[in-house]
């Protein structure tokens, strides 16, 4: 198994960990998460991938840092996923904003989404421009 194999297995991991955490302090407090909750949740989460991904590299070096033309293939396909799917959440933000009246959240979400595309492009653009 690659490295990035085992770092998608260790991002998943860590994903569903904090996830059933966060979740579950979800549905305790009723649908109501208290902001005090997300820091430790963010924290919990980069700790897993953090020591996973160290575990990983000392565990075999020499994989670390090679990836192959299916690796960079498997990685773009994820992105293009994920990519997707935090759109289609900043898209639901934006209803929900507009149908509740809460502007700030609606506004804040499309101003990420444009901020998204904003870098997506000039990555884009950077990485013709260089011959990439």
Known sequence: MSFQEKSAWTALAATLIVGAVYLGKLSASGGIIAPGWLLPAVILFSTILIVGHIAIAVSNPKTADTADERDRDIE???EVAGGFTLGSFVFLI???GVISGEWAFANLAFIGLLASEL???MWR???YRRGA
Request: glycine share 8%; net charge positive.
């Open 94 to 96: 934006l209803a929900l």
């Open 119 to 121: 870098v997506k492009a």
């Open 76 to 78: 773009r396909k994820g």
């Open 125 to 127: 653009v950077a990485l």
